[in-house]
């Protein structure tokens, strides 16, 4: 179930956005989501499945929705991957904060950024100087504008993904969109 009446308010960009997939696929599966969320975890292995099952056929954005007054240490979390991300290992760092989502305070953020491969020194100055917090704002703001209110919510094409997220769900909505195509 899409909904018509929500839809992106920020086009998806590839200068911009985190994306896996190619630019020609059918379909685009757009999250906002939260390191630190229960409901998002439990999602990032049914997004793997789904990406895993329609190959060249989905492109898939996440964005970065934060909600720090319920999860405290999402916020830093976002800023590890962001900056996990100008070292060009933005997917790596993604995939190891959700499976390990349970500890994001900045002690393991750090060791998660060694384990992954970047440069601690220039690691610890962005996140001490939150030098990607206004790009995490810019993810939030456009997920406000486009009718975001908790994660992880799902965009596909553009519009608002209502339905359920099972992996069941899910794949039946992306199959029959391609069909349609």
């Given amino acids: 179930m899409c909904s018509e009446y929500s839809s992106l308010s920020l086009p998806v960009d ?3 956005d985190h994306i ?3 630019d020609t696929a059918p379909v685009t599966l757009v999250e906002y989501g939260d390191y630190e969320c229960s409901f998002c975890g439990q999602a990032y292995p049914i997004i793997k499945q789904v990406q ?7 492109r898939f954005v ?6 720090t007054q319920v999860h405290p240490h999402a916020q830093r979390a976002a800023e590890a991957a962001e900056e996990a991300n100008s070292q060009n290992k933005f997917w790596e760092m993604h995939d190891y904060l959700y ?7 900045d002690l ?7 384990i992954v491969g970047l440069d601690l020194i220039r690691f610890n100055e962005d996140m001490n100087n939150h ?3 206004s790009r995490i704002r810019e993810d939030f703001l456009s997920g406000i504008q486009s009718g975001v209110n908790g ?3 799902f965009y596909i094409n553009d519009f608002r993904y209502d339905g359920s997220w099972d992996l069941d769900s899910l794949n039946q909505t992306l199959a029959s969109i391609i069909d349609y195509q």
């Fill in 52 to 58: 895993d099952y329609f190959g060249d056929n989905l």
């Fill in 108 to 114: 393991h953020l750090e060791k998660y950024a060694k």
């Fill in 99 to 105: 499976e390990h989502q349970q500890a994001l305070d």
């Fill in 151 to 153: 994660t992880p919510t």
């Fill in 62 to 67: 996440f964005r970065n929705f934060p909600l």
């Fill in 131 to 133: 030098t990607y917090a």
């Fill in 14 to 16: 590839l200068n911009r």
């Fill in 20 to 22: 896996q997939g190619p």
